[in-house]
């Protein structure tokens, strides 16, 4: 079965700094790996996900991440972070070929940004 | 485009005690998921509705949860009786095709609290 891993809790960052988050993963077959966010009071929203094709996905809010196939990561990165990046980050994976229906989150990373 | 809506924000019931939340995916949308995030750890996959069917409900923790989607709209799931360890924030997400690949939008989430 597939599994995420969010090895760090908290993430502090200053202000026009880059940031990463990090995530790790484990499939039987080759992942599908999904990034979401979640701001205070709010759903998660779709960030960006890796299918097929270049490594380097890039998605909203200027976020981008590496799929890294031999070191079974897929970390979130942003060249100069804003305070208004502060939330909760969530990663997943659904693995293919399998149940489709099942994607495992991470347990959630959460990025303050300091002015 | 309305997004996914949840019904309430917040529920505090005590134990023993039957809630019902609701969710409404995007409009069109024939794929409807269940997830729960309990006490901080990853969010967990429940069940999968396509149009008004259970293609999955493999994550449903036991029957005191059931699930329903009439029509293929909206979808209620339904806690009796809750118990403590049934307190988290219960997400709704849609989308329109299904698959390993397709992203999933998701709602704010219903923050349940048993006393």
């Known amino acids: 079965a597939q599994s995420v891993a969010q090895p760090e809790d908290q993430v502090n960052v200053a202000e026009g700094n880059p940031l990463t988050v990090k995530c790790t993963y484990s499939?039987?077959?080759?992942?599908?790996l999904f990034w979401y966010v979640q701001y205070p009071n709010r759903g998660l929203q779709f960030l960006l996900k890796?299918?097929?094709?270049?490594?380097l996905v890039k998605g909203s809010y200027g976020f981008e991440a590496e799929f890294n196939k031999s070191q079974t990561s897929f970390h979130l990165k942003k060249p100069s972070a804003l305070v208004s990046d502060s939330a909760l980050y969530f990663c997943a994976v659904r693995d293919f070929p399998s149940n489709n229906n099942d994607m495992r989150f991470g347990a959630g990373t959460r990025l303050t940004v300091k002015p | 485009e309305a997004g996914v809506t949840q019904f309430p924000s917040h529920s505090v019931i005590e134990k023993g005690q039957t809630v019902t939340l609701r969710c409404d995916p995007i409009s069109g949308h024939d794929n409807l998921y269940w997830y729960r995030r309990v006490m901080g750890k990853e969010i967990k996959f429940l069940l999968h509705f396509v149009k008004e069917s259970k293609q999955d409900e493999s994550g449903m923790p036991n029957n005191r949860f059931l699930a329903e989607r009439t029509g293929g709209t909206y979808s209620t799931l339904k806690v009796q009786p809750a118990e403590l360890e049934d307190s988290g924030v219960y997400f709704c997400?849609?989308?329109?095709?299904?698959?390993?690949?397709?992203?999933?939008?998701f709602g704010p989430g219903t923050r349940l609290t048993v006393l």
């Open positions: 499939v039987s077959g080759n992942p599908y």
């Open positions: 997400a849609s989308s329109p095709i299904g698959g390993v690949a397709d992203t999933q939008y």
């Open positions: 890796y299918i097929t094709g270049d490594n």
